[in-house]
Structures are given as structure tokens and as C-alpha cells.
């Protein structure tokens, strides 16, 4: 996919649309923006760009704070799924306005923010997104000075040099992206009869991209095999068809990131064993504490042999912020060639592992 321009929204825009109201509220996603203008048909890299412009609603405030601890990831692109107008006649604004940030479509902001933002405008719209996880972190050096030039004063522009990435998975299924924006349709149904319609709609052409996303794991005839495999044994289970396809999706999640770490390090990254059979794929921040983001993200992935996966695995070891080896006191000294641990080992650090790191290392035992 060519990522042809770069959006800046505020950083809890951002956040809802890409990670969902991670607090609350079961992950709820948010899938809209207003604008005075409806925006080009193309797809955008997302990156937050704080104006304080607009006030927050009490729970966007808590949300926002709660952002500030995260680092952001740029790995997430948009695509314009539907834009729809609507009247600017001030009364029906409000109505529409009111009713959405009241709603859980747009609960981050006051109703007083987007009124503000459409003051004296002769357009309205409300842009409905479908947002993706890309398979690879963007490179950003490319854009860094298109970003520094434009500052807050424009929130999207044109990439010099589009950026090529692949989808990794959609943020929401269809069905729930259906969901959402049929109940952003029927609150205008029901505040402003008349006075609202469609602009553009590609909601065809994005379902058929999202079944496409699920053809392209670059996996081997072995893992397609397996994969085969998984999904035979849990057909047999005596569960309900959306836990079965829980439970492959969950597999195959794990599949593809065991393969994507093989290639990348391919042997152990504290020793030199390169034997696939015996190395894991070992999540920094615990699978079972992670989002689904989080468990298919590379950068929360190590890949170890079976000595330091236990090791690692049971809080006995991690790693400082400068990447060396931290060892826990548990462990005697005499014991550290035995369990073929090293002193002066070191992991690298980056910005995007950096937070699974920290975790982890809070969890020393």
C-alpha cells in the first residue's frame, strides 16, 4: 500500500481512532473526524499534533493524561471510508454535535469543541475512517521536515515521497465497524431529518481491501500447513463459532509473529543458538496483560532459546534502560555459568520497545 500523505489531529483524535478507549469502555474505537472540507481520497499516516485548541470532555481529559505515559507508534494509516454532510445552520449543528459527543462516536470532546471549530464555517462534514495496523513502523526520517514546516498550522499534506508499507490487520472487523457507523447515521436520522447526506462513499472497495489483508502473512508451506492444522482442530471443539475463530486468530497471530522474529534475529539474542526448533518467540510485556496490538507487535518480541526464554520468562532476568542485563538477586552468582547467563549481555533499546521493557523490568523478581 503507498502511504501518499501525513494527518495531524490531536493526540486523543488520534489515540481513540487507533488504539480505542484503551481505559474503558472495552476498547472502544472511535471512527470519525469532523472537517469544514471533505478530505482527499487517498491514504494517510497518522500522527498526533497537540494544538489546545478545543477543550476536552472530562473523560477526553482523563483519556488524554492517560496517553501522555504512552509512546506513540507510527504504525497506522487511514483510509476515508465515508464522508457525510451536513447542515451548518447553527441549530441543527448543535443538535448533531451534542448528540455525537454525548454518544460514545465522539465522547472524548465537549460539544462546545466541534461548535467552536465549525464557527461561521458554510461546510460541514464528518469523515468516517477505517483504520489499519501496518505491517512495519514507518520510516520518518523522510517526513521529519515536511512535519517541522507545516507545525499546527495544517493537519494533513501531500508526502514528497509516499511511503510504502503492508497491512497487517484492520483496528476494527467490519462488523463492528458497521455497527459504529450506522448509529452515527441514525443519530442523524433522528436530530436532523433532511438536512444530512453522503458525499462519497468507498465502503465497497475498503471491504474488499480488509478480505485481502488476511492473504498477506508471508508465511512458509510448513506454517500454511500448520495453520491448516489449527484450524481442523479447533473446528472439533464444543465451543460457539466466534470463540473457534478467537482461537485461530489468536493462533495464527502467534505464528506469524514467531516467523517475522526467526527472520529477523534468526538465533537466540543472548547466545548463539540458532537451531529454529529450539528457539521461542518470548513477548517482553506478558501476552496475557497485552492488547491484541500489543501481542502481533515486533518490537514486543524476543526471540530466545529455551534456558533464557525460562529465564526470562519468570522475571529472572531483563534489561535496564541502556539495554544491559539486569539479573535478579534470587539467583546465586555460582549458578549464573550453569544457567548460561552473562553479565555483560545487552539488548537493544529503541523507542518503540523501550515502555515493554520498563514493564517487564518491573516485574523482577
Known amino acids: 500500500m503507498k ?46 499534533q497537540k494544538t489546545n485548541k478545543y ?3 472530562e473523560f ?21 471510508d465515508t464522508i457525510l454532510w451536513f447542515s451548518p445552520e447553527e441549530e441543527i449543528k448543535k443538535r448533531i454535535l451534542t448528540s455525537l459527543c454525548e454518544s460514545d462516536f465522539f465522547r472524548i470532546w465537549k460539544p462546545e469543541a466541534p461548535l467552536q471549530y465549525f464557527n461561521n464555517t458554510r461546510n460541514a462534514y464528518i469523515i468516517l475512517f477505517r483504520v489499519y495496523l501496518m505491517r512495519s513502523l514507518f520510516n520518518l526520517s523522510t517526513v521529519d521536515q515536511q ?48 438536512q444530512f447526506g453522503l458525499y462519497q462513499d468507498k465502503s465497497k472497495y475498503l471491504e474488499q481491501l480488509n478480505a485481502e489483508y488476511l492473504n498477506q502473512y508471508s508465511f512458509s508451506k510448513e506454517e500454511k500447513s500448520n495453520i ?10 464444543s465451543i460457539t463459532d466466534t470463540e473457534k475463530e478467537s482461537i485461530v486468530k489468536t493462533r495464527v497471530g502467534q505464528t506469524y509473529f514467531r516467523s517475522k522474529l526467526l527472520e529477523k534475529y534468526g538465533k537466540c539474542q543472548l547466545c548463539e543458538i540458532d537451531d529454529e526448533r529450539l528457539l521461542t518467540a518470548s ?16 518490537n514486543n518480541g524476543l526471540l530466545l532459546c529455551p534456558v533464557h526464554d525460562a529465564l526470562f520468562d519468570k522475571y529472572l532476568i531483563s534489561f535496564k ?11 546465586p552468582q555460582e549458578k549464573y555459568l550453569f544457567l548460561k547467563i552473562d553479565i555483560n549481555s545487552k539488548i537493544e533499546i529503541t523507542d518503540y520497545n523501550r515502555n515493554y521493557f520498563k514493564w517487564h523490568l518491573s516485574k523482577l523478581l
Open 228 to 237: 491448516i492444522q489449527i484450524s481442523e482442530e479447533v473446528s472439533l471443539l
Open 60 to 80: 477526553g481529559k482523563e483519556y488524554q493524561h492517560k496517553i501522555k505515559q504512552e509512546k506513540f507508534i507510527p504504525q497506522y494509516s487511514a483510509i476515508i
Open 283 to 298: 513477548h517482553i510485556k506478558a501476552w496475557a496483560k497485552s492488547s491484541n496490538e500489543e501481542r502481533t507487535d515486533l
Open 55 to 57: 477543550e476536552l470532555s
Open 147 to 194: 512535519t517541522k514546516q507545516t507545525a499546527s498550522r495544517i493537519t494533513h499534506f501531500k508526502l514528497h515521497d509516499p511511503l510504502e508499507n503492508i497491512i497487517f490487520k484492520p483496528v476494527l472487523p467490519d462488523d463492528l465497524f458497521q455497527s459504529k457507523k450506522e448509529g452515527i447515521i441514525e443519530i442523524l436520522k433522528r436530530t436532523a431529518p433532511n
Open 321 to 331: 534502560e541502556d539495554g544491559k542485563i539486569q539479573i535478579s538477586g534470587t539467583i
Open 3 to 48: 502511504i501518499e500523505r501525513f494527518l495531524k489531529a490531536e493526540p486523543a483524535n488520534i489515540a481513540a481512532l487507533t488504539k480505542g478507549y484503551t481505559y474503558q469502555h472495552n476498547h472502544d474505537y472511535q471512527i470519525m473526524m469532523v472537517k469544514t472540507y471533505p478530505l482527499e481520497d487517498t491514504t494517510y499516516a497518522l500522527f498526533p
